[in-house]
């Protein structure tokens, strides 16, 4: 699957912005849709991933509570609405597609970056302070 990453830009700290990640390639519902993100010197760090179709979720624990990821399989795209950004927020931000439907049970293997099998080009969200 191919996917396309939209969305990030500069804000500043207590703003909202919402990403949006656009898939072709197969069927969508199909994949599992996560998002990470990788900040400057540092690694990808999971933030939050959806089911196929979109009951399950689970999130990253530096923005939960804020960041709410969703999706609609009518147009095979995924979001990440992200609320009461924080400078620490910083960073690109990646959308990414494993082969599963269903989660895994597993927090480890749901936060793997090694998972997932299909990976957006990065949106950049820089939060000013």
């Known amino acids: 699957v191919q996917l396309q990453a939209s969305g990030g830009g500069l804000v500043q700290a207590g703003d909202s912005l919402r990403l949006s990640c656009a898939a072709s390639?197969?069927?969508?519902?199909?994949?599992?849709m996560a998002w990470f993100r990788q900040a400057p010197g540092k690694e990808r760090e999971f933030v939050a991933v959806?089911?196929?179709?979109?009951?399950?979720?689970f999130y990253g624990g530096s923005v939960k509570g804020r960041f709410t990821i969703s999706r609609d399989n009518a147009k095979n795209t995924v979001y990440l609405q992200m609320n009461s950004l924080k400078p620490e927020d910083t960073g690109v931000y990646y959308c990414a597609a494993d082969s599963d439907r269903v989660l895994s049970p597993s927090k480890r293997n749901r936060e793997a970056t090694t998972r997932y099998e299909s990976w957006g080009q990065g949106t950049l969200v820089t939060v000013s302070s």
């Open positions: 390639g197969r069927t969508f519902s199909n994949n599992n």
């Open positions: 959806i089911s196929g179709s979109g009951a399950s979720t």
